[in-house]
């Protein structure tokens, strides 16, 4: 089953705009995790950030964790053409014993 | 450190065939965790391992097992397959688990035919 769900599925942007990605969770967590994955290949790691946590920055990635509305956004500043990938949100969920649920993510494509 | 390696890369098997799927993950990860992603259902969580005990299991049938070594190595087995089956399955390891974040291998992409 899906704990999170991206929104919007697709995202079609010239470079240099910014990206925003939503995410929308059902049951309180631990944690909420993005991850971004090119075509056909394994999941790459881009930040984690805590229940007691609302914003939290990485290069050019902003994310930010509203658990009242049980939701999360990741923003991508100054988009490149190699942001062009699938970006999922994880979440490790109170009653999930420690496992990460994935959702359906958000295919990006960023065009130069 | 060398990243997580799956084992084969690709692999193509006929309906009710078995077939085995290997994964290293990095030296001292003790968790390893597996998903079966398909354009119609996503990411699903497959079952996780942390130190040779399978720790959490998803919502798969008996078909699906798997196992971990004293080295931390995991092997991924489906009996029966069906075309159902045909997917990327994905092998991810962590120090902890869900708290932690997961490396991914690049997956092994099984059609099953």
């Known amino acids: 089953s899906q704990q999170g769900e991206e929104d919007p599925q697709a995202l079609s942007i010239q470079e240099g705009e910014n990206a925003t990605m939503n995410c929308s969770y059902k049951t309180s967590i631990n944690n909420l995790q993005w991850y971004r994955q090119n075509s056909g290949r394994g999941l790459v790691h881009l930040i984690l950030?805590?229940?007691?946590?609302r914003e939290k920055h990485s290069g050019r990635l902003r994310v930010t964790l509203d658990t009242s509305k049980k939701s999360s956004s990741l923003l991508i500043t100054a988009s490149r053409a190699a942001d062009t990938a699938s970006y999922f949100c994880a979440t490790d969920g109170y009653n999930q014993g420690g496992k990460l649920i994935f959702g359906q993510g958000t295919e990006l494509s960023v065009k130069p | 450190k060398a990243g997580v390696t799956q084992t084969p890369r690709y692999l193509i098997k006929t309906r009710g065939q078995q077939v085995t799927l290997s994964c290293s993950p990095i030296s001292g990860h003790r968790s390893v965790s597996w998903y079966q992603q398909t354009p119609g259902q996503g990411l699903q969580f497959l079952f996780e391992?942390?130190?040779?005990?399978?720790?959490n299991k998803g919502n798969f049938p008996g078909r699906f097992s798997g196992r971990q070594f004293s080295n931390s190595r995991s092997e991924m087995n489906v009996s029966t397959l069906e075309l159902g089956d045909s997917a990327l399955y994905l092998c991810?390891?962590?120090?902890?688990?869900?708290?932690?974040?997961?490396?991914f291998g690049n997956g092994t992409r099984l059609t099953v035919t």
């Open positions: 950030i805590r229940s007691n946590e």
């Open positions: 391992y942390f130190s040779e005990t399978q720790r």
């Open positions: 991810a390891s962590s120090l902890q688990g869900g708290n932690s974040p997961l490396h």
